[in-house]
Nanobody, 123 residues
Framework: QVQVVESGGGLVQAGGSLRLTCAAS????????MGWFRQAPGKEREFVAG???????YYADSAKGRFTISRDNARNAVYLQMNSLKPEDTAIYYC?????????????????WGQGTQVTVSS
């Protein structure tokens, strides 16, 4: 079993930045791809960014140019640096992990999920 825990959310003004951290523990050596999703009130959970064990990345269009996903394999941690934040980025952000070897963009592509961290961007 793999446990996933997010941190780093908070309240920020539009145009500001936040850095989210996700740490995986347990059978972490089985984890390959890690990703970030988000869910705004009344909306479905959506993919934000993913990163493979080798460092290959993939971003949703909404994240390209503003968000950067990175990974520290020694610590089995993944980070999401979010810049130029907009009010529409307000959501609960979830970290996810999977043993699969491709960066999926759907929730069934991931096996393990964190509890989420709230990000609120004020206008």
């Amino acid at each position: 079993q793999v446990q996933v825990v997010e941190s780093g959310g908070g309240l920020v003004q539009a145009g500001g930045s936040l850095r989210l951290t996700c740490a995986a523990s347990g059978r972490r050596f089985s984890v390959n791809v890690m990703g970030w999703f988000r869910q705004a009130p009344g909306k479905e959970r959506e993919f934000v960014a993913g990163i493979s064990l080798s460092g290959r990345t993939y971003y949703a269009d909404s994240a390209k140019g503003r968000f950067t996903i990175s990974r520290d394999n020694a610590r089995n941690a993944v980070y999401l640096q979010m810049n130029s934040l907009k009010p529409e980025d307000t959501a609960i952000y979830y970290c996810a992990a999977t043993t699969r070897n491709y960066i999926g963009t759907l929730t069934p592509d991931y096996d393990y999920w964190g509890q989420g961290t709230q990000v609120t961007v004020s206008s």
